[in-house]
């Protein structure tokens, strides 16, 4: 019941030519013509401006989650503005490699990196390793031999701080399929292990609290718990992980990674960690760089009941409504200002009924078939999350700066869904 709230389009988002939204100077119906729908429209610059963000905290401590948005095009905007980037599967790191990040600058993370992973993770040498389990120790040391390599390594602890949207409480999360618990002292005897173990070089410890985590207080508190924990190990570095909360609907507010940055650094200090410290933001990096465009197909209006806007895509492009329950908002991009007084339900072309995109949208009065709509804040774990189901090709992705659109990422062919299948 109220227009879009400005501040949760990309930071170069502009009204142009009749009230039309503009990404980057690129007008963004044309884009919807040129490139077909769904589409995920991104703007470079707002992409750099927040690696920028972190890098000024953080310098190269600063690592780009890259499960958040991952291209070959992203990795290499990510490793240019100076970021190190976070990988978490043999496929992450084939993009970041085949993009030409150096192996330096990636971090393997994951709760079950497996032998062939592990051994590749080792002789292409990336920066850091960071080990869940003993499993994985031993799987590092069966790798150990003849060839002289000793990767760098940081644990990944499990410091027993949940942190949650709107409160953080200090239990709970110690049920966790990730990492060494502190409270058990598993993590204490796993550092004494790895710090003991010829096949490894143990740097320092990794912890990560949470997504979507609004009170940047919970990332002080954090910092204290992992403080008091890894001071005494003098270990030369110390990751406090990822997790900024952005906003996606109206009423919501988020620090900036700038003021995050701030939040965490002063907490390292009270907390008289000497070591380096790094941070890994993915969503804040990604999330409200990119709107994504639709097409509206089918107006089905159920008298006393509700609104259905059908567009053409839905699950395959954002999972995250049917998964966490998540909310957008929606607007129609040629009248971005305008009010929407419309109160509509969105759903993707799925076949099934939970195939919802913006369960309680509001939308422009005049919305008709064949109209483009958008949702905005979708950047981060759309396209990453984004699946095949009902053999829907997945969408492209253009990045748009000072009025160019580049694609990145071109829309799957139907001959595309047959490439694995050997009939
Ligand atoms: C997912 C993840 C991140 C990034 O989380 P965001 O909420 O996207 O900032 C950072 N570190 C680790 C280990 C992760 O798994």
């Not at 030519?17 to 729908?37: H, K, V, Y």
């Not at 995920?40 to 000024?56: G, I, M, P, T």
């Not at 990332?219 to 997790?243: I, K, S, Y």
């Not at 700038?258 to 965490?264: F, K, L, M, P």
């Amino acid at each position: 019941m109220s227009v879009l709230p400005w501040h949760l389009l990309p930071d170069n988002a502009a009204v142009g030519e009749s009230g039309r939204l503009t990404i980057a100077g690129c007008d963004t119906i044309e884009l919807a013509r040129e490139f077909g729908t769904p589409v995920f429209v991104y703007d470079e610059d707002h992409l750099r401006a927040r690696c920028r963000e972190a890098v000024a905290a953080f310098g190269s401590d600063a690592t780009y989650a890259t499960k958040a948005f991952l291209c070959r095009a992203m990795a290499n905007l990510a490793a240019e503005e100076g970021m190190g980037l976070d990988v978490a599967s043999g496929g992450e790191l084939h993009v970041c490699l085949s993009a030409g990040v150096p192996a330096d600058r990636l971090v393997f993370h994951g709760n079950n990196k497996s032998l062939d992973e592990l051994r590749s993770a080792r002789s292409v040498g990336v920066g850091r390793i960071v080990i869940d389990s003993l499993d994985e120790l031993d799987r590092l040391e069966a790798l150990h031999g003849g060839d002289g390599l000793c990767p760098r390594v940081l644990l990944r602890i499990t410091p027993g701080i949940k942190a949650e949207t709107h409160e953080y409480i200090t239990t709970g999360q110690d049920d966790s399929k990730f990492g060494f618990t502190v409270s058990t002292g598993a993590a204490l005897a796993a550092v004494e292990k790895a710090a003991a173990s010829p096949a490894v070089d143990l740097v320092g410890l990794h912890a990560h609290i949470g997504s979507q985590v609004f009170r940047v207080d919970s990332f002080a508190a954090a910092v204290g718990v992992l403080g008091e924990f890894a001071n005494p190990l003098g270990l030369p570095e110390l990751v406090v992980g990822g997790g900024l909360g952005v906003p996606y609907v109206e009423g919501e507010e988020g620090a900036s990674i700038t003021q995050w940055a701030a939040i965490i650094n002063k907490a390292v200090t009270e907390a008289g960690i000497t070591a380096r410290v790094g941070i890994e933001p993915g969503r804040a990096i990604a999330a409200a760089a990119a709107v994504t465009l639709y097409t509206v197909g089918t107006v089905k209006e159920l008298p006393g009941i509700r609104t259905y806007l059908s567009v053409d895509g839905g699950m395959s492009d954002n999972p995250r409504p049917v998964l966490y329950g998540s909310g957008y908002e929606a607007f129609l991009p040629r009248s971005v200002t305008a009010d929407r007084r419309r109160p509509v339900r969105i759903v993707g072309k799925h076949c099934e009924s939970g195939d919802l995109l913006v369960r309680e949208a509001s939308i422009q009065a005049d919305v008709v078939v064949g109209d483009v709509v958008a949702t905005p804040v979708t950047g981060a774990y759309g396209h990453s999350m984004g699946s095949n189901y009902n053999k829907m090709r997945r969408p492209p992705v253009v990045f748009c700066r000072n009025g160019d659109a580049r694609l990145v990422v071109r829309r799957e062919t139907y001959d595309d869904l047959l490439n694995t299948d050997l009939g």
